[in-house]
T-cell receptor
């Protein structure tokens, strides 16, 4: 969905490096999420934010931090990357007013930590 | 906390075969149910969703799913698959504000 964009799309880095993944949305949604996808495990929630001043830990937040710079921007940082953080990372948004809590996903960032 | 199980991790079918992918969840309260699809190299897209009402839900591309409350299930079906249905399929459950995903089922349709 072109309304949710992620940069970079692919990144290879080394153990110990700090990495930032960025997400932007033009859908005007209040809520934003970061997931990681691993084979056989589906998507697991890392962090989520319901508005600019609201940040919450998800299921697997250790080793990650986030920043909600504006309603439209939500960044994920890996403070010191390690190989088991190699995964596909997705940003998603949802509308507070949508009772079905449907989420709209970005194209993903494939991160490889060597 | 809710959990979602998709029992079939890999499914291989020939074109025109019927499809049923299982999804079971554990949560005692009211839930919203979703099936998302991820085509190769693409992001997740919503196939269909259940909120209330008719437990048989029809989605895009000929997919449907049936919510059976007594079995905590929301299985995805399609009468006749096409090669273009090759993708990974994720069941998800929303209780409150969070979505919990199953592990996914990779479907390969052979032409």
């Amino acid at each position: 969905d072109a309304d949710v964009t992620q940069t970079p799309r692919n990144r290879i880095t080394k153990t110990g490096k700090r990495i930032m993944l960025e997400c932007s949305q033009t859908k005007g949604h209040d809520r934003m999420y970061w997931y990681r996808q691993d084979p056989g495990l589906g998507l697991r929630l890392i962090y989520y934010s319901f508005d600019v001043k609201d940040i919450n830990k998800g299921e697997i937040s250790d080793g990650y931090s986030v920043s909600r710079q504006a309603q439209a921007k939500f960044s994920l940082s890996l403070e010191s990357a390690i190989p088991n953080q190699t995964a596909l990372y997705f940003c998603a948004t949802s509308d507070q007013g949508n009772l079905l809590y449907e989420q709209f996903f970005g194209p993903g960032t494939r991160l490889t930590v060597l | 906390a809710q959990s979602v199980s998709q029992h079939n991790h890999h499914v291989i079918l020939s074109e025109a075969a019927s499809l049923e992918l299982g999804c079971n969840y554990s949560y005692g309260g009211t839930v919203n149910l979703f099936w998302y699809v991820q085509y190769p190299g693409q992001h997740l897209q919503l196939l269909l969703k259940y909120f209330s009402g008719d437990p048989l839900v029809k989605g895009i591309k000929g997919f449907e799913a049936e919510f059976i409350k007594s079995k905590f299930s929301f299985n995805l079906r399609k009468p006749s698959v096409q090669w273009s249905d090759t993708a990974e399929y994720f069941c998800a459950v929303s209780a409150g504000n969070m979505l919990t995903f199953g592990g996914g089922t990779r479907l390969m349709v052979k032409p």
